[in-house]
């Protein structure tokens, strides 16, 4: 028997539009799926819980849509369109008892309970934007970046101009400007800094609390483009993965590598990690779930959910550490291919007929 979906430990949102429930001590997952069906039109953009008590999640999709899924339920109970702006959602978020929306046109939206074709509030954040993150201490407070559009940091209650706008680094050794491209980022709690990392492999740290609008720490981390970002407990490290499938753990505060966690044959997509166990969840191209642990790298566990992933959720208010007996049941991959083989038609084998004798010899 599958288990409730309020007891799923992480949500997953995958490119075919499915919403992935998966319970991590059992090993299995479930798809929820919206009016519609499977369809890449609608698929899963970003997730982000809807309330503090983590009882509905939000689904942004292609179709610019944003639906509501009860994990008390086990249904998807609305949702609404959220018009303007160009591209795919890359930011969603809550605002009190609003959604804020971000695409990748640049315009960040605030919108109310009901739904009305206008906004409550919007700002134009520049073309190319690849990330929003709200500040979870400041929901009223986002940061923004892309693709030649640095890192700035506004208040969505006086929206006019940023609080913080990112300056570039120095040019490089040949006095050539470096180019712009924020992938990802995160606030860290406790501080007004911020932690990007960049399409050009780097990851860097801002103070906006300084008089400083150039990074307090730039540091590079390999050659592939960083994708994805996560803070671990505490603010002294970042977990970062790139679009080869390289995943390490940075210090902040030397800009080193402290370990690299191994088991990835895809670009990531999504970085999470849990904010009270030294542990880091990860979906993306290659179509696996895995929980790795921070302390020495070790892969906890690794669930193959059958569809190319784009970003995922911590369900934080389950027990983690309880232990739960797994049912009986074959993995999800080896579901799949019995199911296959049962599929195919037998085909009959052709008995062999007697060897016929040349009467010429």
């Known amino acids: ?66 639906s509501v899924f009860s994990t008390e339920k086990g249904k998807f109970t609305g949702g609404r369109l959220c018009p303007g702006g160009d591209g795919a959602f890359c930011g969603l978020g809550v605002l009190g008892s609003s959604v804020v929306t971000a695409v990748e046109s640049g315009l960040v939206q605030v919108w109310g309970e009901e739904e009305a074709e206008e906004p ?41 101009e940023p609080l913080f706008r990112a300056k570039n680094v120095r040019n490089d050794w040949l006095d050539l400007r470096v180019p712009v491209w924020e992938r990802d980022l995160r606030f860290l709690p406790g501080s007004q800094r911020i932690v990007t990392c960049t399409g050009h492999g780097q990851v860097r740290l801002y103070d906006p609390s300084t008089p400083r609008r150039r990074p307090v720490l730039d540091a590079a981390v390999g050659e592939a483009p ?14 970062v993965g790139s679009a080869r499938g390289d995943v390490a753990v940075i210090d902040l505060r030397k800009g080193r590598v402290l370990r690299a966690l191994k088991g990835f044959a895809g670009g990531v997509r999504g970085l999470q990690c ?42 934080t208010h389950l027990d983690w550490e309880a232990q739960e007996e797994p049912p009986p ?29 040349n009467p010429g010899l």
């Open 1 to 66: 028997m599958a288990a409730p979906t309020r007891l799923y430990h992480v949500w997953v949102g995958a490119e075919t539009g499915a919403l992935k429930g998966v319970n991590l001590q059992r090993k299995e997952a479930t798809n929820h799926l919206g009016g519609s069906g499977l369809s890449r039109a609608r698929g899963v953009s970003a997730l982000a819980w809807g309330d503090p008590a983590q009882t509905e999640v939000l689904v942004a999709s292609l179709d610019r849509s944003v």
């Open 120 to 160: 409550l509030q919007e700002l134009q954040a520049g073309p190319g934007l690849c990330r929003m993150r709200q500040d979870p201490t400041r929901p009223h407070v986002v940061g923004t970046g892309g693709k030649e559009n640095g890192l700035k940091v506004w208040d969505l209650q006086r929206p006019g």
């Open 226 to 239: 960083l994708t994805a970002l996560a803070l671990p407990a505490g603010d002294t490290s970042v977990v």
């Open 274 to 315: 849990h904010p009270r166990l030294p542990l880091v969840a990860s979906v993306g191209l290659d179509r696996f779930l895995r929980l790795h642990e921070l302390r020495d790298g070790r892969l906890r566990s690794k669930v193959y959910l059958k569809s190319r992933l784009t970003c995922l959720l911590l369900n």
């Open 329 to 357: 049941q074959k993995e999800a991959k080896e579901q799949e291919e019995d199911e296959l083989w049962d599929a195919l038609e037998s085909v009959p084998t052709p008995r062999k007929g007697k060897k016929r004798k």
